[in-house]
Each structure stands twice: as structure tokens, then as C-alpha cells.
């Protein structure tokens, strides 16, 4: 099976799961924070074949960048933070760096799903995806999805916007 029908029956899975888990909004409308809002977040790096060394989460699961964000926002909300969440942490946690990762370059901005918070880089929210169900993996890499292309960032915290199965 093909990197891309895999990702595609990955993706499916998560916004179904997503759209019939009936926990978008408290009983007043209020927004539920997600049970995965972690009192700490690390942000580290793993290395990933074809990428080399990429963000990832404190337990080894890469991190993307959505480029509608602008840098300043995050526009992934319902559905789409079904199958990318946002890297989020509770109001007034601040996020650590791993070996490598410039502390300078972490920050948090206002997550419209959950009231919470989202933890950035180089002013990115960094999301996870549903499709990376092994640390290490970058599935969402250059995949278009919400109307964007999804790409991993490097220590750097740029963009790194190569499909590493592209290759010739």
C-alpha cells in the first residue's frame, strides 16, 4: 500500500473519530479543554529519513507547521484540529526545549479550540498528526490537506518543505 493510501485511510479514521466524539463544547458552549493539554511540553528534535533532525514533541512524535497561520494564528480549528492537534499546554505553562532546540524560539499563542494554549516556534503553532502513529514518522510532510501543504520545521525554525518520497 502506497505512503499516500495509507496516509489517506489514516486521515479518515481520525476525522470520523473527531466528528462523533460529541466533545467540542461544553454545556454552555464553553469549549472542552483537550484531555492531551499537558501541564509540561517539551519540544526536542528527532531525526527522520529523508528530513534529518525535525521538531518533535517530548515523545519523540514530529511536529508540523500550518503556513495559513501566518506565524501569528492558528486557523486549524474543528475538523482539521481533529486530525492535526495543536501541541497544547494549560494557561501560564511554559514550554521546554530539548537538546539542540533554541528556548528563544518557544512560545504560546491562544488556542480558539480549547480556551487553552498552543505552543510555538519561531512564531509557528506546531500541531501533531493523527497519521503519525509511530515517534519518529512524518506522514503529514508536504501533505495538502485544509488547503495548505503541512510541513515539519528544523532547529532553525524554518520550514522544511521537501516530500521526502519526491526524491528522484
Known amino acids: 500500500?502506497?505512503?499516500?493510501?495509507r496516509v489517506a485511510v489514516l486521515l479518515l479514521g481520525a476525522?470520523?473519530?473527531?466528528?462523533?466524539?460529541?466533545?467540542?463544547a461544553g454545556p454552555a458552549g464553553d469549549p472542552v479543554l483537550p484531555q492531551d493539554a499537558a501541564?509540561?511540553?517539551?519540544?526536542?528534535?528527532?531525526?527522520?529519513?529523508?528530513?534529518?533532525?525535525?521538531l518533535a514533541d517530548g515523545e519523540g512524535f514530529v511536529l508540523y507547521m500550518f503556513p495559513p497561520d501566518a506565524r501569528?494564528?492558528?486557523t486549524c480549528t474543528g475538523p482539521c484540529a481533529g486530525s492535526w492537534p495543536p501541541l497544547a499546554v494549560a494557561d501560564g505553562v511554559t514550554p521546554t526545549a530539548g537538546d539542540e532546540v533554541d528556548?528563544?524560539?518557544?512560545?504560546?499563542?491562544?488556542d480558539p479550540n480549547t480556551g487553552g494554549q498552543v505552543v510555538t516556534y519561531?512564531?509557528?503553532?506546531?500541531?501533531?498528526y493523527a497519521g503519525d502513529v509511530d515517534p519518529g514518522t512524518a506522514y503529514g510532510q508536504a501533505l495538502l490537506l485544509n488547503?495548505?501543504?503541512w510541513y515539519v520545521l528544523g532547529a532553525a525554525g524554518q520550514p522544511l518543505t521537501t516530500d521526502p518520497e519526491a526524491t528522484p
Open 39 to 54: 501541564p509540561a511540553a517539551e519540544v526536542g528534535l528527532v531525526d527522520v529519513a529523508g528530513l534529518g533532525p525535525v
Open 122 to 128: 519561531g512564531g509557528y503553532p506546531l500541531y501533531r
Open 1 to 5: 500500500m502506497s505512503r499516500r493510501v
Open 147 to 149: 488547503g495548505a501543504p
Open 103 to 110: 528556548p528563544g524560539l518557544l512560545g504560546t499563542l491562544p
Open 72 to 74: 501569528a494564528q492558528v
Open 15 to 24: 476525522v470520523l473519530a473527531a466528528g462523533c466524539s460529541g466533545e467540542d
